[in-house]
């Protein structure tokens, strides 16, 4: 590894830009970017795209007609001819409507910014956007061209932008993803698990239920037996789970079901138990004679397996030391974009964002005086990949 002084020097340069990247974060986050609103997702963009332009770097707007558009930041080192990428991924849109800013203002106190999604991940930009400038400031040579991809969909599951990731994802050696870190430790995520969704709708057969039970066919008592064979398929040890969220079904008393469905919850840590748990919806069979079953959808996102993370996490973790900052992982049930990229093979280190806590509270805030230190670890990891 290069000098073992960067990291160290990489702190240095940004501790003293903490109010700058402050006034950035309340900046960021006093414009709100709800993934459902374009024309106010829109606006953030330019806001965030102005911030980027300072820093001598291409950026591009890649418009979109139903969410907020993406932003695509291009940094070429100058003495490099390399087709070589690397790529810093996160989103800038939120879980949070129009005018929840007006409850939850920007705010910093005790050392924490509060504000909505100020840990997820708005924080995480800004801290990239100096992360860029403390490798300016630093002179700093690089030998791969460095692509920032700032999203306006992934709260609501990446549709518009799922593509675009994984187009860059294939072009880069490694993508850093500045989602939040994990607890006040500000742990990375080196493995997340794989997010889906199905639904079981069962169809029976009405009747009345005193004049003609016989007649019937229950479609809930159907689908009570199958959710209590489902259960069995929990391995809480092996990271899968599947749970019923919503059941519905009926029509009325005195009338025997025709219709009831099942929405379920899917995640698993591993692509072979994502396939398996498919796989065995799909093959379930009616218990009850007469009864049909239905079984749409499936995984969203595949698992992030720990495997495309671990040689990154060796590297971060190195460069943490150097910096006198010892750093932990974890493995979360949640996805992210990251998910994509890791699940393409290309080795993606999630986490690398905020660290604080409350994502998609109303007492979200990030620890303020973490954010140079994980600027820092980012520069180092865009200048040693
Ligand atoms: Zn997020």
Redesign the pocket.
Known sequence: MPDCNLPKDLLRGLKPFLPEMLEMLREFVSVESPSLEKATADHCCGIIAEEWRKSGVGVERIPQDLRGDHLRVTYSPQKSHSSKQLLVLG?YDTVYPTGTLAKTPFRISGGKAYGPATF??KAGIVQAIFALRALQQADVTLTKRIVFLWTSD??IGSGSSHQLIETEACRSDAVFVL??SFGPRGLLKTARKGVGEAQLHVQGRPSHAGLAPEEGVNAIHELAHQIARIEEWNDHRRGVSINADIVEGGTRTNVIAENARALLDLRALRASDMHALERRLHALRPIHKGARLKVTGGFDRPPLERKVSATLFARAKALAKQMGLSLGECTVGGG?DGNFTGALGIPTLDGLGAVGDG?HSDHEYVLVNTMPARAALLAALLATC
């Open positions: 989103h997820d991940m992934e709260e989602e939040p992210s994502a």
